[in-house]
């Protein structure tokens, strides 16, 4: 359908900065909004930020103010989420999660596209 692919996760230290970035192939649905969540193994999934295709966007309470997402509809609507003052309860599993559509059928939230992941780990 719409493949995912996260890049940009890996070590850092407690306060610094990671940026990761979510690109799809070309597709015949249309790309709607985008949004990062995370997982840690045996935890649900946690929303993280969104943003509509006119860069509306919305944050959870636990990064606002420290991690920015944006993205850019010329590159194949790549999405970034910038994480700054990075702390050790923000390493997980972060995904990138599309909205798509085509025709009269749109699939959202977990029905919509997943990446595979990538891993950010923040040592104290």
């Known amino acids: 359908q719409v493949p995912l692919v996260e890049s940009g996760g890996g070590l850092v230290q407690t306060g610094g900065s990671l940026t990761l970035s979510c690109a799809h192939s070309p597709t015949e649905y249309t790309i709607n909004a985008m949004g990062w969540y995370r997982q840690v193994a045996g935890n649900q999934r946690e929303f993280l930020a969104r943003?509509?295709?006119?860069?509306?966007?919305?944050y959870a309470d636990s990064v606002k103010g420290r991690f920015t997402i944006s993205r850019d509809n010329a590159k194949n609507n790549t999405v970034y989420l910038q994480m700054d003052d990075l702390r050790p309860e923000d390493t997980a599993v972060y995904l990138c999660n599309a909205a798509f559509s085509k025709g009269p059928f749109h699939y959202t939230g977990s029905m919509g596209a997943w990446g595979q992941g990538t891993q950010v780990t923040v040592s104290s």
């Open positions: 943003i509509t295709t006119d860069n509306k966007t919305r």
